[in-house]
């Protein structure tokens, strides 16, 4: 007896255009309101290039989003359409387009036609980007375990955590890391750059919106990852030039940054373990004599016949964060006489200190009773 076989379909099954145009209003509507849509309502743009970088993320989610509509479109259409029936013979085929050179023809050239001009859009931005102003201030981001530096070219001291930039006014940034792969990302901004260990990147924009905004490390680079928190502060022309001022003044306490160590918030027993990690190989924690590098630091806060800090200053809270936080390599000026140096302390960069490091073990050797 002879195999009966049911024969090829023919055409792209039924209702197929009418599907098509449904789908091609449904991707009009969101294109329109991914085109309308006020970004800097919902996440405001504080600097110049804010808006292009804006324009070519809707660029983007139109295409995406035609892409996603025709495709899961598609995907449903045909899925209903030829699918299995109990009526069907068991050698029954659906469509056949193989060697459908239109067909063929259309998916090739529509992607690379996209591909293209989103690639010609995204070089015009970039070039934009390499080559607007930045040099009236040109400073430096560096990322540690787990805060931010910033370098300004007229202060002799690094800034903690908090970047201020004055408004309309051109900035360089260049960043780089000084242990792991960190990141620097403002997105009001809207740029971001990887902060890689030996490779400096640079960043240019003109900050346009006076605030406060959140600086994010958008690379996990350790257990203190989400510790990792900064701000951008762009101030006014007057703010700014009061803020540096006061930077300038160089030797105080909230110069220095000791002012925005939360002393009080310090936890011993992550200090003694810090203590461990980044401090015994210079110091002990027994008696002041009990030199390995630095002097010994057990019962720096209580022991009457524990002389003053190397830097002179009284055995308080305050002062011990200090020298963590700027290091020290002048004289010995514990006693009333004067020495010469017994070593360098290195600054808080060095260490890779946070403010949450700082005071942690400055309540450790505050401890140390």
Not at 63 to 82: D, E, H, K, Q, R
Not at 175 to 184: E, G
Not at 301 to 311: A, K
Request: glycine letters at 8%; charged letters at 15%; hydrophobic letters at 45%.
């Amino acid at each position: 007896m002879a195999n009966v076989s049911t024969p090829q379909q023919k055409g792209m099954g039924p209702g197929f255009w009418p599907v098509t145009l449904g789908l091609t209003v449904v991707n009009v509507l969101i294109s329109i309101f991914i085109v309308t849509l006020p970004i800097d309502k919902y996440l405001p743009e504080a600097a110049v290039p804010s808006g292009e970088i804006d324009a070519l993320f809707k660029f983007m989610s139109v295409l995406g989003n035609a892409i996603f509509v025709y495709v899961v479109g598609y995907l449903i259409y045909f899925s209903i359409v030829w699918r299995h029936r109990s009526t069907d013979s068991p050698d029954a085929l659906g469509i056949q387009i193989a060697d459908n050179h239109t067909l063929e023809f259309w998916w090739t050239a529509i992607p690379t036609v996209l591909v293209g001009i989103l690639a010609v859009f995204s070089v015009m931005i970039w070039y934009g980007l390499q080559n607007q102003l930045g040099d009236v201030l040109t400073m430096e981001a560096i990322g540690h375990q787990f805060n931010y530096e910033f370098r300004y070219p007229t202060l002799k001291t690094s800034v903690q955590n908090d970047m201020h930039v004055p408004v309309n006014t051109p900035v360089t940034l260049h960043v780089t890391s000084v242990d792991v792969i960190h990141s620097f990302w403002v997105p009001e901004v809207r740029l971001k750059a990887d902060m890689v260990p030996g490779l400096v990147q640079t960043l240019r924009f003109t900050p346009t919106r006076v605030g406060k905004y959140r600086i994010i490390c958008t690379e996990f680079c350790g257990v203190g990852h989400s510790a990792m928190d900064a701000a951008l502060y762009v101030d006014s022309q007057a703010d700014f030039s009061k803020w540096l001022a006061g930077q300038a003044k160089g030797g105080s306490e909230t110069a220095a940054g000791v002012a925005g160590v939360p002393l009080a918030k310090g936890v011993a027993d992550q200090g003694k373990v810090l203590f461990g990690q980044k401090c015994s190989t210079c110091h002990s924690i027994g008696p002041f004599e009990q030199k390995i590098v630095g002097p010994g630091l057990g019962q720096i806060s209580d022991n009457p016949n524990h002389p003053n800090l190397i830097t002179g200053k009284p055995r308080i809270a305050q002062n011990i964060a200090w020298i963590l936080v700027n290091g020290y390599d002048g004289p010995d000026k514990s006693t009333a006489v004067e020495k010469p140096p017994i070593g360098v302390m290195p600054n808080r960069q060095a260490n890779a200190l946070s403010n949450r490091d700082i005071s942690n073990l400055t309540a450790y050797l505050m401890s140390l009773k």
